[in-house]
């Protein structure tokens, strides 16, 4: 079990590290060190090491002899689905005790303790699901003992405001004067949507199909040119996270909305800028007012519990 943990956490590190080569938009050649992504990822530099020579067998990285890593080709050239399977076994219980979050059975404040003995697993699961609710906004940790959720997750109108917000951001990207179309960029989107559309939403998990949805939306906004609409989406997606897991996931209707996002595609190639933008923006309402509609009602937190 111990080398099955490990495997995955490299996978995992893995993964992370392409997504800051691709949100960096590096460039082929740019050199890669394992002090500078251990430092952001908050890892030993072991793992990091690990994870570059994974990187250097899918010829996505090459090792220079006292030199270091360096990115063998453009970051928006890089096919994330040729990557190894982030699959985490501790999924399923993650999903689990960000329900019990959102649901309210988990007080606002909460102790390590408490959660050891509810989900009965050991502190050192608790805490790797804990960093990884940190990493995506969604607790903080007080500053004396004991972790907090984000006020954000038990706001009625934050998913609302939220879809509002990109309603108003993402179109105003596609008619950014600096927009050039990544066309590598755009076929492995075309690619993933089609195979969501046969049959590939009905399989992945939650956290999966988020995934797929927020990774065609960044790239749409990166190819503006613009790091401030970038950045305002990717803080949206890092915010929404959670509540997107939890909401009741209509497969079928994710497909019809692969289907948008081809009918976008489309539209942006041909150059139609201005109608590409209004078809963004009534895309994103059709899909607020459904998950909006979807979200779990919630009770009042029960009483803090000690430690």
């Known amino acids: 079990m111990k080398a099955e943990s490990t ?9 992370k590290i392409v997504e800051i080569v691709r ?4 460039q082929q050649g740019e050199h890669l060190t394992e002090e500078s992504f251990a430092a952001e990822l908050g890892l030993s530099r072991s793992p990091v090491r690990k994870a570059f020579a994974l990187l250097d067998e899918y010829k996505i990285v090459t090792k220079e002899p006292n030199r270091g890593y360096f990115l063998n080709l453009d970051a928006r050239r890089i096919d994330v689905n040729r990557l190894p399977s982030s699959a985490d076994p501790m999924e399923d219980l993650y999903l689990k005790l960000a329900d019990d979050l959102l649901s309210r059975k988990i007080p ?4 390590e303790a408490s959660l050891i003995r509810e989900y009965g697993i050991s502190r050192g699961q608790l805490l790797k699901m804990l960093g990884r609710m940190v990493s995506e906004g ?16 038990n706001d009625a109108d934050a998913h609302s405001q939220s879809y509002r917000f990109r309603m108003a951001i993402e179109p105003a990207a596609l008619l950014e004067p600096t927009y050039q179309i990544d066309k590598p960029a755009f076929q492995r989107a075309r690619k993933i949507q089609t ?13 999966k199909l988020f995934q797929v949805g927020a990774e065609f939306h960044e790239m749409l906004v990166r190819c503006s040119g613009n790091r401030h609409f970038l950045d305002a989406i990717q803080r949206q997606n890092q915010l929404r996270r959670l509540l997107e897991y939890r909401s009741k996931r209509d497969r079928v209707l994710f497909a019809d909305q692969c289907r948008e996002h081809l009918k976008l595609l489309d539209l942006i190639e041909a150059h139609e800028q201005e109608s590409a933008a209004n078809f963004l923006r009534e895309h994103l309402y059709k899909v607020s007012r459904k998950k909006t509609t979807d979200q779990p009602r919630t009770e009042s937190r029960a009483v803090v519990s000690g430690s």
């Open 7 to 15: 495997n995955i956490l490299i996978e995992q590190t893995a993964l």
């Open 23 to 26: 949100n960096r938009s590096l």
């Open 108 to 111: 606002e404040e909460f102790f």
């Open 138 to 153: 969604l607790i903080v940790r007080k500053t004396a003992q004991g972790w907090r959720v984000n006020p954000f997750l």
């Open 195 to 207: 195979q969501m559309i046969n049959g590939g939403a009905l399989k992945l998990s939650r956290s």
